[in-house]
């Protein structure tokens, strides 16, 4: 007999029993049966409370708050009998063992197959996860609200540079042929920088949505590379362009689409300091009126490890990056009904995929 146990647990795994599935619940669970005895206790109620389960299985809830007195409005109780469900109660308060703790405890009714009561469950949360949620939004809405009001502060400061720059020019004119007017060359000068990085920060903070016009792809994706072409001849790296025979025209706003380009090809350019290739390809979807831009590096690509982060603001991998370029670009393609995937190619390097709706 004992031997055929064996055999049959070696052929296939036993299943589990009701206490077995109780313990593996990734939460505490208590039930009482309708005369309020209680049939089940798991493993999680037994570590918080110090109780074992079988020496409570069995015995009435009421039993257990001892002389200490049995609370005639607890809530179990009361689910119990009006039906009613509770969220959020305190351990302490549902029994006498607990010690304050990050959890709370909910009530639900159980029902039989024609829907009378035929008991009670009690629910214990590890509230520890749920609370860092709670931090982590209160904080994400903290920063948001800080950005907004440093956005609206920034905006403020080109008004005055504006004036600034101004009468700097006409001071240049005042000075032209003197020394001096190479002080306000490197003010001038100085003033632009600062206007490009408020451009930036304003961009980053609010990518406004796009000003969209219809645009040849080839045209646009053409125009970028020749920007781009000698930076990239210089330090070794061949960029390939294809194009699908009738790409029909593509709703973009320009000045946002280059910027997402120049993004990801310097991002290909940092990867491959001893240069490589960049292989673009921009296919049709004709099924799903899609347009597909794919544009591959030959360099080391993204370590698995980081691979989930790439998008992150602020993440970055060089010692003098950002980490802006993919948040940047993301939020632009998102802006125009799209889709940015990036990936590592199965033979080697880096291969990013941009999604666009057909005009
Ligand atoms: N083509 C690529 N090959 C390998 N890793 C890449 C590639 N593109 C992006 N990454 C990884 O993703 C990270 C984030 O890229 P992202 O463009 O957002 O920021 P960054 O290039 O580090 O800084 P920034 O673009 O703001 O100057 C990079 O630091 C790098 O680790
Ligand atoms: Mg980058």
Redesign the pocket.
Known sequence: MQQQKKEAGKKGAPEPTLQQVLNGFPAGVMIIDRSERIIGFNRFFEEATGLSEQNVRGRHFRELFGKKGFPEDHPLLLTLTTGKEFSRIAPEKFLPFFSPCSAYISTHVLRGASGEKAGAMAVLWDARRQQELEQAVIRAERLAIMGQLAAGAVHEIRNPLTAVAGFLQILKKELEGTPRVEYVDIMLDALERVNSIIGGFLRLAKPGLPQRKPYHLRDLIENVLKLWESEGARRGIAVNASFAPGLPPVLLDEEQFQQVLL?IF???L??MPDGGEIKLAVEIDREDDLIRITIQ?T????PEA?QAQ?FEPF????ET???????ISRAIIQNHGGEIV?ENNPERG?KVTIILPQA
């Open positions: 993004n310097n991002n290909a940092e990867a590096d360099g080391p690509g993204i980081v790439v993440f970055t991998t060089k990056g950002t980490g802006l370029g993919l948040y990036i880096c």
